[in-house]
């Protein structure tokens, strides 16, 4: 569908009549040049639906900062207790922690608030240079969590709140991905569809060598919904991102390697975290600001001409989250309702 009328889809649906003012500012705020993250409307929508998502579901999304923090670094959140020995070495380099121990670490609307929450803490911080991203207990994150989707995230309108919780995670994962500071997702056990998205908000990915990512969207009759196909797109190319969310299938440390989308395999599973520290130190070494000002430069290069793309793939997941196809999928645990997967 050309942009155009992906548009004026979003103009005239029944949804969108409501808060029509809102879906315009949409098309300005998946964007990754900072100033473009906070007009009145956007952070009035986005408010909302952290109001609405806020109380739904278990689990939580910690961020750890170093202990050394400089001068106008935020206070509130300087927890190293969670964090491996690896990274609060460093003090220039933060943690991410998704922890959901019932649901593979599938993030409910408790915790996409509280991503976006850390993503806000990292914005202000300083004297950052990276941040890794990692799930809990072996696993990094199953997507959306399903148990919380089918209670509050599907009908009676078209679409729940399916369409708000893509609009939030779109905007974290955008301004995750345009933060002065280099991030690397630790994979260990899988990253599965949203989850999978996730992954490639980050700069950089290190797996362990017996994980996996895997776009399942497919199966669940839907497209990504926290812009991953977009980005997917920009990491491996266009034939590469066809075969990998069209069929679903797993895709194994190794062959991420050789997709382009993975940046190191790690033997030894349980040492993902640090692997991946290590990976950022290297990157990070240099002076902070040098760091930061080029992480901006290659991030505004790099994300001109995606903004477009990212807009369309939420207008498409918007439309097609909630029809009776994924209700059904969604309702019954998602791709693990799949047999012979
Ligand atoms: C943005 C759009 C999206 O993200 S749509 C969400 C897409 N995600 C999915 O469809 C993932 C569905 N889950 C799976 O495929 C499998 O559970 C995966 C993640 C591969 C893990 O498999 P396995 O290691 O065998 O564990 P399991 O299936 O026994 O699950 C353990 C418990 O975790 C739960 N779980 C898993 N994924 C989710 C999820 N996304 N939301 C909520 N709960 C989830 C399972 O239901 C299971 O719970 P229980 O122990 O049966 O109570």
């Known amino acids: 569908m050309s942009l155009f009328r992906s548009i004026t889809r979003l103009w005239t649906n029944s949804q ?5 003012t809102h879906k315009v500012a949409f098309y300005s ?8 993250h906070h007009t009145p409307e956007i952070d009035l929508r986005l408010n909302s639906i952290r109001t609405a998502l806020k109380d739904l579901g278990d689990g939580t999304v910690t961020l750890s ?13 300087d927890d190293t207790s969670r964090s491996p ?9 933060a943690m991410i922690s998704i922890s959901n121990p019932g649901g593979r670490n599938s993030l409910s609307g408790k915790m996409m608030c509280e991503l976006a929450d850390a993503v806000d803490v990292l914005q202000a911080w300083e004297g950052g240079a990276g941040v890794v991203l990692h799930g809990e207990n072996g696993f990094f994150c199953a997507g959306a969590d399903l148990k ?12 729940g709140m399916g369409e708000e919780m893509s609009y939030l995670m779109h905007h974290t994962t955008s301004r995750l991905r345009a933060l002065p500071l280099i991030s690397v997702a630790a994979i260990e056990g899988a990253a599965v569809g949203g989850g999978a998205e996730l992954a490639t908000a980050c700069d ?9 990512i895997r776009f399942v969207h497919a ?12 980005r997917l797109t920009k990491i491996v190319g ?15 440390a190794d062959q991420a390697m050789a997709f382009g989308l993975c940046d190191e395999v790690v033997e030894t599973s349980t040492d993902t975290v640090k692997v991946a520290t290590g990976f950022l130190q290297k990157l990070t070494a240099n002076s902070t600001a040098a760091t930061r000002a080029l992480k901006t430069v290659v991030s505004q290069a790099d994300d001109d001409a995606y903004r477009p793309s990212l807009n369309h793939e939420h207008d498409v997941f918007s439309r097609m989250w909630g029809n009776k196809a994924s209700a059904e999928q969604i309702g019954k645990g998602g791709a693990s309702a799949r047999k012979g997967d």
């Open 219 to 230: 199966l669940l009759s839907v497209v990504p919904g926290w812009g991953g196909g977009t």
């Open 148 to 159: 919380v989707a089918a209670q509050h995230m599907l009908g009676p309108s078209e679409n």
């Open 238 to 252: 266009r034939r590469d991102a066809l075969r990998i969310v069209c069929t679903a299938d797993k895709i194994h």
């Open 29 to 36: 705020a998946v964007c990754d040049r900072p100033e473009d």
């Open 85 to 93: 020995e690896s990274v609060v070495q460093s003090n220039k380099i």
């Open 65 to 77: 900062l170093p202990n050394a923090v400089g001068d106008g670094n935020p206070k509130a959140t």
């Open 204 to 212: 950089f990915r290190v797996m362990a060598k017996d994980s996996y």
């Open 16 to 20: 969108c009549k409501a808060a029509h």
